[in-house]
């Protein structure tokens, strides 16, 4: 199974990402004033003024819909608030912002939807942002949300039927032995590396990085959800349909979701230990202070957005519906996972600086 290239559900019908990331949206605006703050904080707009060159900046992980013209604007009023407290109007430079989403995304929706009355140039860049993406030294800003939960692939050992650590019988890591919990750490430690080593190549010194990373709380009792249950219905439902005969075992067998809840104190510790940035804020929010889970329909629609293509391109396209109808009815059975005071979402929010290089 390939997972190298895989992006949310695209255009701008019921199921797709562009109609179902509310809770992504929600994500990004409930923090806007508390990362404008630390924008205001660590951006001097005279280092910029009356440069011919624009201010560079990044969304990584754009997909489509508006979120990302969400976040991009909120990042574009904090650079213009600092020059204009500094009586720098007239020396605003240009501004170009770079979307970028893997290959497969639906860049066509994304550019149409472009607002109109957008003060920046755009462009659009497709590729992984686990590796290098534009020339050293030409960003400025930085942002990603609801992204770095993706792995880069699937761990390559618990596909292996030769592993300690193949996955037989689950598309994740909820109820497997510690060696595919292991495997998944490894993968997300590994993969939130790269993206930072890539980062601290195309920041310039000083430059600015924002992300909203979505992440497990690191206390879960008995009586909550782990948030990586959400994968384990969709295997439970599977699996239902390998014994009907609809879905080859085969098929289920190789196939895992590359996405991780990874504790929050985890991606602390891998950003902490990162030497090319320094962290200058950070705050944690749990999903009950972000968003309530309207009903079993929105949660599932949520869901089916991120991983209908990636269920088609290991299944073929005729399961989906039966897939998401039978996982609805699961999600209905175990309620605890529509209540946002038990499943254990947490959202991390970091503001990270370039460091200078002596």
């Not at 019921?14 to 179902?20: E, G, I, V």
């Not at 950070?282 to 293509?309: H, N």
Request: glycine share 4%; proline share 4%.
């Amino acid at each position: 199974m390939n997972n190298e290239s895989f992006a949310m559900k695209g255009g701008e019908g019921p199921f797709s990402y562009a109609q179902n990331s509310t809770f992504q949206r929600d994500a990004i605006e409930v923090c806007t004033k508390s990362i404008q703050e630390a924008i205001a904080k660590n951006f001097d707009p005279k280092a910029h003024a009356e440069h011919e060159s624009p201010i560079c900046i990044a969304d990584l992980g754009c997909s489509t819909g508006a979120n990302t013209f969400i976040a991009m604007q909120s990042i574009i009023d904090a650079i213009e608030l600092q020059f204009q407290s500094q009586g720098l109007v007239s020396q605003i430079p240009e501004l170009l912002v770079f979307f970028n989403d893997q290959v497969t995304n639906d860049f066509n929706t994304l550019f149409k939807n472009l607002p109109s009355n957008r003060k920046y140039f755009a462009a659009g860049v497709p590729g992984s942002f686990h590796g290098r993406l534009f020339p050293r030294k030409t960003l400025h800003f930085v942002h990603s949300s609801s992204s770095l939960c993706w792995l880069s692939t699937v761990p390559k050992e618990i596909t292996d039927r030769k592993s300690s650590a193949w996955n037989n019988g689950r598309i994740h890591l909820t109820n497997a032995p510690k060696e595919v919990a292991d495997a998944y750490a490894t993968q997300y430690r590994t993969d939130l590396e790269a993206f930072l080593h890539a980062r601290a190549q195309e920041l310039v010194d000083n430059g600015l990085m924002v992300l909203q990373i979505p992440a497990a709380s690191d206390v879960i009792l008995d009586s909550d959800v782990d948030p990586n249950k959400i994968f384990e219905l969709v295997g439970s439902c599977l699996m239902d349909m390998t014994k009907e005969g609809l879905v080859s075992e085969e098929k289920v067998d190789s196939f895992n979701v590359p996405f991780l809840y990874s504790p929050v104190k985890n991606v602390k510790a891998i950003l902490e230990k990162n030497d090319c940035f320094s962290i200058e804020w950070m705050e944690t929010k749990d999903i009950k202070d972000i968003f309530v889970i309207p009903s079993a329909q929105i949660f599932v629609s949520t869901y089916r957005a991120a991983l209908e293509e990636l269920i088609e391109k290991h299944f073929g396209g005729g399961i989906v519906d039966e897939l998401f109808d039978r996982y609805n009815e699961k999600v209905k059975e175990f309620a605890d996972i529509l209540n946002s005071e038990k499943l254990k979402i947490a959202i991390l929010y970091v503001l990270l600086k370039r460091k200078s290089k002596a």
